[in-house]
Nanobody, 117 residues
Framework: QVRLVESGGGLVQAGGSLRLSCAASPNTFSINVMAWYRQAPGKQRELVATITTGGTINYADSVKGRFTISRDNAKNTVYLQMNSLKPEDTAVYYC???????????WGQGTQVTVSS
């Protein structure tokens, strides 16, 4: 059974940094695209960043130059390094995986990121 476990959220002051991790299991799980989404209170879930197996990356305009997505294919893990955090980055961040085998779209449980001003 596919499982995504996120970690790394927390409370940080504006201008600070956090690093999120999302590990997918089992290690036989074959993955296409890995992504991070976020959802702020009262708002729709939005795409933050995506990364393909080959390393092609896309970012939302709001995080370009501040966030960096990366992945370790051997560990089935995706990371999100968040620098220069702003209060408007406050949200629950969700890991999202497009599975090749087994096929399907999978979500993590979410991790809270709170940026104080």
């Amino acid at each position: 059974q596919v499982r995504l476990v996120e970690s790394g959220g927390g409370l940080v002051q504006a201008g600070g940094s956090l690093r999120l991790s999302c590990a997918a299991s089992p290690n036989t799980f074959s993955i296409n695209v890995m992504a991070w989404y976020r959802q702020a209170p009262g708002k729709q879930r939005e795409l933050v960043a995506t990364i393909t197996t080959g390393g092609t990356i896309n970012y939302a305009d709001s995080v370009k130059g501040r966030f960096t997505i990366s992945r370790d294919n051997a560990k089935n893990t995706v990371y999100l390094q968040m620098n220069s955090l702003k209060p408007e980055d406050t949200a629950v961040y969700y890991c999202n995986v497009d599975g090749r085998f087994p096929r399907g779209v999978y979500w993590g449980q979410g991790t809270q990121v709170t940026v104080s001003s």
